[in-house]
Nanobody
Framework: QVQLVESGGGLVQAGGSLRLSCAAS????????MGWFRQAPGKEREFVAT????????YYADSVKDRFTISRDNAKNTVYLQMNSVEPEDTAVYYC??????????????????WGQGTQVTVSS
């Protein structure tokens, strides 16, 4: 069983930066996928970024590519999402998720087995 706890959300001005953290408890194996999703009010939860726990693969949604960076610290069992040049459209609750298997490129909610509670990110214009 894996438990995920997000932190680092808050209010930031457009053009600014924010770093989200996701602390995982339990055993994480190298073939796990660790992902970030977000959900804005009235919208579906959407994929943001994912990284294989081994670090050998990562993938981004087009909307955040070149602005956001996903990374992980194996020693701390923590995944990060560095958000730069944020835009009001980035406002959402951000969720961390873990998949027991990296199969293809896991960008669907159904690919993930464990979820955190979410952290609110609000970008002011």
């Amino acid at each position: 069983q894996v438990q995920l706890v997000e932190s680092g959300g808050g209010l930031v001005q457009a053009g600014g930066s924010l770093r989200l953290s996701c602390a995982a408890s339990g055993r994480i194996f190298s073939n796990y996928a660790m992902g970030w999703f977000r959900q804005a009010p009235g919208k579906e939860r959407e994929f943001v970024a994912t990284i294989r726990w081994s670090g050998s693969s990562l993938y981004y949604a087009d909307s955040v590519k070149d602005r956001f960076t996903i990374s992980r610290d194996n020693a701390k069992n923590t995944v990060y999402l560095q958000m730069n040049s944020v835009e009001p459209e980035d406002t959402a609750v951000y969720y961390c998720a873990a998949a027991r298997l990296w199969a293809g490129v896991p960008t669907s909610r159904q690919d993930y087995d464990y979820w955190g509670q979410g952290t609110q990110v609000t970008v002011s214009s």
